[in-house]
Nanobody, 127 residues
């Protein structure tokens, strides 16, 4: 099992930036990929971004392309999400996820393909 702990959320004005971090511990050698989902109460969970643990393959949700960047530091077992040009509609709880599976294409977008989840960090963008 992999344990995930997010940090870096907070309150920011429209157009501002935040950098989320996710520290992984436990059986990290079993991870094949990591990513971020977000959720607003009463709405479906939304895919934000993902990255393979080895290599450079990344995927982004349409609503964040060009504004968010996912990256990782394998030596520190840490995942990052740099969020720029934030909008009020980016307000949500952001969850770090990890998977042992080898995923391709649309599989990255399906939250059922992820084995481990963090507790979430709240991001609030004021207008």
């Amino acid at each position: 099992q992999v344990q995930l702990v997010e940090s870096g959320g907070g309150l920011v004005q429209t157009g501002g930036s935040l950098n989320l971090s996710c520290a992984a511990s436990g059986r990290t050698f079993s991870m094949n990929g990591m990513g971020w989902f977000r959720q607003v109460p009463g709405k479906e969970r939304e895919f934000v971004a993902s990255i393979r643990w080895s290599g450079s393959t990344t995927h982004y949700g349409d609503s964040v392309k060009g504004r968010f960047t996912i990256s990782r530091d394998n030596a520190k077992n840490t995942l990052y999400l740099q969020m720029n040009s934030l909008k009020p509609e980016d307000t949500a709880a952001y969850f770090c996820v990890a998977t042992r599976r080898t995923l391709f294409f649309q599989q990255w977008l399906d939250d059922r393909n992820y084995d481990s989840w963090g507790q979430g960090t709240q991001v609030t963008v004021s207008s």
